[in-house]
């Protein structure tokens, strides 16, 4: 995966933080990595410590792909009001990540899967062609990219093969408020299945006609009931961890697969938000999480 | 059931209606009338012509409550933006609903199931304390009540068994924001479950601990990507009908049968925001119905 490691400053309704370890990069690291073998390309400055990178060494996290520059990493500074869906962006220190050019070490060559998480779209690609190898390839994006480097994500788009994004990014990227037929148009721009994510309602899997199996109906994932979501940062690079690193693990890529791969998502996103930063995720064990995945089959399922 | 007829005149992004068939009553009756006998109280105008009220008779409905009152028959106004689940009232005329006293046929006694559609909590009350047999009291309610008259509400509470209302007006009701924990302090006030509609996203039953079954674990129906939601209005009061409709065609009330209650109360909805008004509902088939219930079980269900 490539991505952004962050230090974060946060305040929610339940307190604040000052720059804690974040990052697109570190949360799909950590939530992929209780299902399959992850490997990261991202850049830090030095400000990121031995311990910071212990955090994803000790989950077995591959780190040999995180380029150390002179400066500071990445710094995001952002609050949640009472609708913990929205984040409100305070300020945002690019730092070392103005001039990333991400370098893929030559030992990460033979690996099957990619995720691009969100970054310039124009990297995004670069390194989507530099591993022509890979099997499937997931992608994010986000509103700045849509609106303001519409043609660098366009050409990006056509080497995604499944498209993660949310509600509005969906309607935004399709010009259409009519979330199924978003859908279909945003497949047309390359994606052969799109995750469409809500938020605290869970999330949906459209897919393009023959793709992944027969038919196109889609699927939908719920999210957890949660009382307190303390954090809510990182909660969709969680469940696209989840959702990576599931459908990696298996020996096929079924439309069945990415069922399952969506339920472990919503699961992965559910504990991301239990706590602040990455907290919860360093210490999980598979059974943590299949009873959790047991609890979303019940929240869901008739019999 | 006790609820209002109405005439609407409505505009949505598809289109505009002058005076057509409404209300609350209209489209639980129409809706559960797929699943049970229905027999509805009510009131209506002068304007409520043969043909009005036949819309109701076709379906089976027992409209032997309706009272025909001197003066017209409530009169709703509004419009939906591209949002389509937020409705915006330009104009409501109560007409012969302000002085709307309901009044229970003697031959209506024998019924097994209440619904009180939202209405004044006082009439609601006044129901369902004559109507002490039944074996279940469904209920709903809306902001206006919950801010302004909320004794009276309180004291309605008391007597419903399971509560039908949105997400706004569950965080309303329990003034908390988040929903779990709204639940249960609304599942205090009375009722033993609670549905939680949130609009295009599904609903959502929560259970009062040992009530209905063990656990306390909800339950989650999806709602249907549809590509284009011509109408929304009454689609919550389908969803009643279809969820209400559904239980009492049933030998028992047990959580399995609530689980699939809430999914063909979301069928009903999403037949319902096909067309405009009742049209889709006054023509369905228990085919049509049972395929879209496959196709909602498809949508949620791994294997």
Redesign the interface.
Known sequence: MVGSVAFDTLKTPFGERQKILGGAATYFSLSASYFTDVRVVAVVGEDFTAENEDVMKKRGVDTRGIQHAKGKTFHWTGEYG??VNEAKTLNTELNVFETFEPSIPAEYNNSDFLFLANIDPVLQKRVRDNMQKVKLVGGDTMNYWITGHRANLDKMLKGVDILLINDGEAKMLADD?????A?RKVMEMGPRALVIK?G???A?I?FRDHEFGAGD????A?AM?????RDPTGAGDSFAGGFMGYVASQGEISR?VL??AM?YGSVMGSFAVERFGTERLQSLTREEIDQRFN?F???????
Chains 1, 2 share one sequence.
């Open positions: 009472e609708n408020n009519s979330l199924p037929r859908a809500h605290e309602y869970g949906t459209f109906h889609p699927f939908r719920p009931p949660i009382d307190e979501v069945r069922r399952h339920f609890t089959r019940e929240l869901t399922h008739l019999d």
